[in-house]
């Protein structure tokens, strides 16, 4: 009977030993999958709060033919750490590879036979806002998604020589969106 017990206590302590294991195994697999599962979303959160955001405006001048519009005073900045480009030339050069929402409006009084300008990648035009001709003073919206990749330069050319309205009259925009 002794045997009997002693076989029967160490059965239940072998089962309980197994069960415990499991139940420690589990648990592992569970914390495991929640830090996995923490640490993709803090990664997401970390890119999603660290997206390019860039607003560019000009003082208001004649910009001469085929030349850059020189968007040269930020006006917002996120996320870029260098903003020389556009400070300089009025061209923005990409830091970080994605998905890129391009917004361009130019306000004029050029008359001519209807103007337009012309957003560009790398030197290739993307994009072209074009402004009938009957019409004074107004304003010329351009909006465009692009990839874009490390180094990667965008900036807006007009067609003709033209006056460009300056301050909030007359922007560049970017925004990171993926």
Same mark, same amino acid.
């Given at each position: 009977?002794?045997?009997?017990?002693?076989?029967?206590?160490?059965?239940?302590?072998?089962?309980?030993?197994?069960?415990?294991?499991?139940?420690?195994? $589990?648990?592992?697999?569970?914390?495991?999958?929640?830090?996995?599962?923490?640490?993709?979303?803090?990664?997401?959160?970390?890119?999603?709060?660290?997206?390019?955001?860039?607003?560019?405006?000009?003082?208001? $001048?004649?910009?001469?033919?085929?030349?850059?519009?020189?968007? !040269?005073?930020?006006?917002?900045?996120?996320?870029?750490?260098?903003?020389?480009?556009?400070?300089?030339?009025? !061209?923005?050069?990409?830091?970080?590879?994605?998905?890129?929402?391009?917004?361009?409006?130019?306000?004029?009084?050029?008359?001519?036979?209807?103007?337009?300008?012309?957003?560009?990648?790398?030197?290739?035009?993307?994009?072209?806002?074009?402004?009938?001709?009957?019409?004074?003073?107004?304003?010329?919206?351009?909006?465009?998604?692009?990839?874009?990749?490390?180094?990667?330069?965008?900036?807006?050319?007009?067609?003709?020589?033209?006056?460009?309205?300056?301050?909030?009259?007359?922007?560049?925009?970017?925004?990171?969106?993926?």
């Amino acid at each position: 009977m002794k045997n009997e017990t002693h076989n029967l206590e160490s059965n239940i302590n072998n089962k309980i030993s197994q069960s415990i294991t499991a139940v420690k195994k $589990e648990m592992m697999n569970n914390v495991q999958h929640l830090q996995f599962g923490l640490n993709d979303t803090l990664s997401k959160l970390d890119r999603m709060s660290n997206r390019v955001v860039l607003s560019a405006w000009l003082s208001g $001048e004649t910009v001469a033919s085929s030349a850059v519009i020189p968007f !040269k005073q930020v006006h917002t900045s996120h996320g870029i750490n260098d903003i020389t480009s556009i400070g300089n030339e009025g !061209k923005f050069t990409c830091e970080k590879s994605g998905l890129y929402l391009i917004s361009v409006y130019v306000a004029t009084n050029a008359n001519a036979a209807g103007y337009y300008y012309h957003v560009y990648k790398n030197n290739q035009r993307v994009a072209t806002a074009y402004r009938h001709p009957q019409s004074y003073i107004i304003t010329v919206t351009v909006i465009v998604a692009e990839r874009l990749q490390t180094n990667d330069t965008v900036y807006v050319k007009n067609a003709q020589q033209m006056y460009v309205y300056g301050g909030s009259k007359s922007a560049f925009s970017i925004i990171q969106i993926g």
